[in-house]
């Protein structure tokens, strides 16, 4: 589990922001959304990576960059060694394959109009993965696969609860074999119940098919859950990132320690118990100079305003971009 | 602080139908509970199982659509009893209700502040002057940086995570006695949910307001709720105390839930999920609605229907096998 499948090094993106008339008339200076901040990232054979954060601070536009879904204003990323942005690169549709995106709703990307069998027959043959006459033999194993009855091949999308369209998508994804799996708030809309069959289906799938995924999602419990290292993003820059029972037991930033605390415990005593994060996620429009989490931080000081603080390995192993540290550490013994 | 007992509302016997087609879909059946002044009361369930329409019965909100019967008393007279413009006399004053989807909600023509002034306008006998300093007060309040600036905004020119705390920040201006709230804070960050809930709570203690919310974050129910329902298949099927209820669940589908749940389990193991899928309400079994998917069920489940009894302390579950199961939560604790 240790050899990188894909690098990402310093990825920047900004979207300019549409004008409106007043601005024009004004003459106001062009704007821009700066969504990720350079984000530098290695996802390793097998494993799965949980990314969070708070909602705007640049998940979706990473796992969309990684699809080439969004192209970046600076940083590169290589898949097996390979600049996936450079020209020649573009338009190979064999990257396309290896790396697939599930969405949020899968509803809306399934045609509606075609069976199961024809969406996941559909994938095949764009791809080419097997002869036309293995089709039917192949889509019987990917529905067998994801847990769906047999006769789910001749329904229409709609025939199917949540969970199973859910499914549908996964099965999709796995159809062209890829290396690795990128799952935007995959299991969000979805009963526990429900979520809970798809966790255990990507743990299985994973296992069987040495799947490297990108999970992302607002549930920490399941991030903490399924991940074996997760990323915690603020603002468009990783502030921590580790392995993912050290980091939810004892997170070391001043962020990750705040969203984790957020988190309502299942537990009635542990009542109150929470820290309180103070403030407002500033707008990506004008990400604070500094550590752009100094605006909300308990511990500041004035070099945290004038100085990005990089990312910098820890003592267990993973890495966090926080200029204190060591004296919060000491602060709290 | 002394009760005021008219503020008590209870609901006996509830049941909502709506016609489809040529036949009759059972949404809620037979549904009553009570929520004491200053009391939090929690509903959970899957998706579909009746909670939304529960809530909105209980204003008389689905009277358009489908058949209520049943009692809703609050202040001494039976809601349901009132005619439509008696009713909306109670609605949004006395009673208010913060719904699942915000955007239906907002008025999108009118700004912001606007829609709370003309809210308190309607129901309070507050000043112009205080009706704007309760306006900002409730924006801030409800996390919304530099409030008084923002009186002017639209709603679109919020994100959407603001926006439902522009409906929160609507719905509590008028400091009802009552809050039904619809899941106010599922589409929001862990973060801004703290705070909602936080404030939710204060009213709750400081203004005597009783609330019934709508989750399925089970970490909610625990942080936020005195007592908590849960609901299958449109009925109530078990109902306490929360810390009765989450420590020690009684009705096997309450117990499924929790066990859905990844909490004190080994990393990436694979997680418990109740068998089956929910039943179609036009389609329901004859005996407990559960017993498809019961993993303890025996021959009378089937056959018929188990009541709501009570288990004492508030306790009631509507299972035919729970009798035995007190006394191995009483050991097990
Ligand atoms: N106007 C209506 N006409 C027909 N059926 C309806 C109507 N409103 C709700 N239903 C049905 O009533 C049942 C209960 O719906 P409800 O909205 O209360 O579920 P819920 O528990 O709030 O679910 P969720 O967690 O998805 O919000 C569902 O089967 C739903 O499809
Ligand atoms: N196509 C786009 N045009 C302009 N801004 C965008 C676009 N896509 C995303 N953004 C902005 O980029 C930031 C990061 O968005 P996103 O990655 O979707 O956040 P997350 O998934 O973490 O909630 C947000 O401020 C968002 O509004
Ligand atoms: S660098 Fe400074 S402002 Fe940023 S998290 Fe660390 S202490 Fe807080
Ligand atoms: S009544 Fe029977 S089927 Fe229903 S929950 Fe109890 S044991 Fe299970
Ligand atoms: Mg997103
Ligand atoms: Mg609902």
């Known amino acids: 589990m240790s050899d990188p499948v894909l690098e990402i090094r310093d990825l920047r993106l900004s979207f ?34 949980g990314v969070v954060g708070e909602s705007g601070c640049g998940k979706s536009t990473l796992a969309r960059c990684i699809v080439r879904l969004n192209a970046p204003t600076g940083g590169s990323i290589h898949f097996h060694g390979q600049d996936i942005f450079a020209p020649d690169q573009r338009h190979d549709r ?5 790396v697939q995106m599930m969405f949020q709703d899968p509803y809306s990307s399934l045609n509606p109009r075609m069976t199961t069998g024809e969406i996941l027959a559909e994938a095949l043959r764009v791809h080419r993965i097997c002869p036309a006459g293995d089709i039917p033999a192949r889509v019987a194993e990917l529905l067998d696969l994801v847990r769906l009855p047999k006769d789910a091949a001749q329904k229409l999308p709609h025939a199917f609860s949540g969970g199973q369209r859910q499914r549908i998508a996964i099965a999709r994804a796995l159809a062209v074999e890829p290396e690795i799996l990128i799952a935007d708030e995959l299991v969000s809309a979805l009963d526990v119940s429900v979520q809970a069959q798809i966790v ?4 299985d799938l994973q296992a069987r098919l040495d799947l490297t995924i990108l999970f992302v999602a607002h549930d920490l419990r399941l991030v903490r859950h399924i991940s074996h290292r997760v990323a915690v993003i603020y603002l468009g820059r990783i502030v921590e990132i580790g392995d993912s029972e050290t980091l939810f037991k004892d997170p070391v930033h001043p962020y990750s320690r705040a969203l984790l605390s957020a988190a309502p415990s299942l537990d009635p005593a542990e009542r109150g118990n929470r820290t309180h994060l103070e403030g407002e996620l500033p707008s990506p429009l004008d990400v604070p100079g500094g550590c752009a989490f100094h605006v909300r931080c308990p511990h500041r000081s004035p070099r945290c305003s004038a100085e ?11 890495a966090a971009a926080c200029h204190h540290i060591e004296e919060i550490a000491n602060e709290r013994l | 602080m002394t009760h005021d007992a008219t503020l008590r509302l209870e609901v006996s016997n509830l049941s909502v139908t709506f016609p489809v087609g040529a036949a009759t879909l059972p949404a809620v059946r037979d549904v009553s509970f009570t929520v004491a002044p200053g009391e939090v009361l929690g509903l959970v369930g899957e998706s579909g199982s009746g909670k939304s329409v529960t809530l909105r019965s209980i204003l008389g909100l689905t009277r358009r659509y489908g058949q209520i019967e049943g009692a809703v008393r609050w202040k001494g007279q039976d809601l349901l009893a009132l005619n439509e413009p008696a009713l909306r006399r109670v609605r949004g004053r006395e009673i208010a209700m913060i719904f699942q989807e915000p955007m239906t909600a907002l008025n999108p ?14 129901h309070t006998s ?4 205080e009706r704007k300093a309760r306006a900002i007060e409730m924006l801030d309040m409800v996390g919304i940086p530099a409030a008084a600036s923002r009186l002017d905004n639209y709603p679109h020119q919020f994100s959407g995570g603001m926006r439902q705390r522009v409906m929160i920040a609507i719905a509590l201006a008028v400091r009802p006695r009552l809050l039904l709230a619809d899941e106010p804070t599922t589409a929001l960050d862990v973060t801004i949910q703290a705070q909602i809930l936080d404030l939710i709570l204060a009213l709750a203690r400081d203004f005597d307001m009783g609330v019934i919310l709508v989750t399925h974050d089970l970490g909610v129910v625990a942080q936020t709720c ?3 329902a849960v609901m299958y298949a449109g009925r109530v099927v078990e109902e306490g105390s929360v810390r009765d209820v989450l420590r020690a669940p009684l009705h096997p589908y309450t117990i499924g839930l929790m066990r859905s749940v990844p909490q004190d389990v080994a990393p990436r193991s694979r997680l418990y999920t109740i068998p089956g899928t929910p039943p179609g309400l036009l389609h329901l079994p004859p005996g407990c ?12 489940c089937a056959v018929s229907r188990p009541d709501l009894a009570s288990f004492g302390d508030g306790r009631r579950a509507a299972c035919f096998r729970c009798e035995i199961r007190p006394a191995e939560g009483a050991t097990a604790a």
């Open chain 2, 126 to 129: 507050l000043s112009r002057s």
């Open chain 1, 16 to 49: 300019p922001v549409a004008r409106s008339l007043v601005d024009l008339i004004r003459r106001a200076p062009v704007r821009q959304v700066n969504a990720l901040n350079g984000v530098t990232l290695a996802l390793r054979r097998g494993e799965t990576l």
């Open chain 2, 109 to 122: 023509l009118l700004p912001v502040g606007l829609q709370i002034t003309e809210s308190l306008k309607a």
């Open chain 1, 200 to 203: 255990n289906l990507l743990l």
């Open chain 2, 289 to 300: 609605a559960f017993e498809p998917r019961c993993p303890v069920s025996d021959v009378s």
């Open chain 1, 94 to 98: 064999r990257f396309n394959r290896r």
């Open chain 1, 308 to 318: 990005v603080p990089a990312l910098r390995p820890l003592a267990t192993g993973g």
């Open chain 2, 226 to 228: 005195d007592r908590v």
